[in-house]
């Protein structure tokens, strides 16, 4: 069974840029989370979708969305880069939803905004 | 808001020896717990979990204990192994929430 496909593994981007980052959940997956990661700061939520809806979303501005496909891949994007927002970015997947049970994490997406 | 908090950014042992990470929170709804770990330029990985419904939970060297009124959990390894080095992330959620993480706390395992 494939595990959660994360794309592009490393980008760099300058300020002002905007990135689009892709997640292809387990096989028979629903629910996509995503999550930012920085030194220190663990793993915060990003938002979850589950059939194409946005289920629960984190406090993250407005320049961060997201949206599910049909066929359960997901893509995050962010708008108008600032030097912060470079981290590790991951996604995850489960069978049921990011609060119950056991998620699947990627590889993650590293960006470094210059 | 931190609702899920790992105090120790950092633990070393010697191989052989036990390794007790812990974690607190703050948010009484949690009612499901769970520890991740997470080796460099690889996703997180399911290690253990626990209900609130339960105070301890075992599979085979790793054993997640849940003290409810304090608020905290903990989670132990024995024997330690070197194989055990990496971050692990202590994880919560509520019912129709999303999945808190802490900051994570690096294990090294000395041979």
């Known amino acids: 069974k494939a595990g959660v496909t994360q794309t592009p593994r490393y980008l760099i981007k300058t300020r002002g840029q905007q990135v689009t980052l892709s997640c292809s959940p387990i096989?028979?997956?629903?629910?996509v989370s995503w999550y930012q990661q920085t030194p220190g700061q663990g793993l915060q939520f990003l938002f979850e979708y589950f059939s194409e809806t946005q289920r629960n979303k984190g406090n993250f501005p407005g320049r961060f969305s997201g949206r599910q496909f049909s066929n359960s891949r997901s893509e995050m994007n962010v708008s108008t880069l600032e030097l912060g927002d470079s981290a590790l970015y991951l996604c995850a997947s489960s069978s049921s939803g990011a609060y119950t049970g056991e998620l699947f994490f990627g590889e993650g997406s590293r960006l470094t905004v210059l | 808001d931190q609702q899920v908090k790992q105090n120790s950014p950092s633990l070393s042992v010697q191989e052989g020896r036990i390794s007790i990470l812990n974690c607190d929170y703050t948010n009484s709804m949690f009612d499901y717990f769970l520890w991740y770990k997470k080796y460099p330029a690889e996703g997180p990985t399911f290690l253990i979990s626990i209900s609130s419904i339960k105070d301890k939970n075992e599979d085979g060297r790793f054993t997640v204990f849940l003290n409810k009124s304090a608020k905290h959990l903990s989670l132990h390894i024995v024997p330690s192994q070197p194989g055990d080095s990496a971050v692990y992330f202590c994880?919560?959620?509520?019912?129709?929430?999303?999945?808190?993480f802490g900051a994570g706390t690096r294990l090294t395992v000395k041979p």
């Open positions: 994880a919560a959620s509520a019912d129709d929430d999303d999945m808190r």
């Open positions: 096989s028979g997956h629903r629910s």
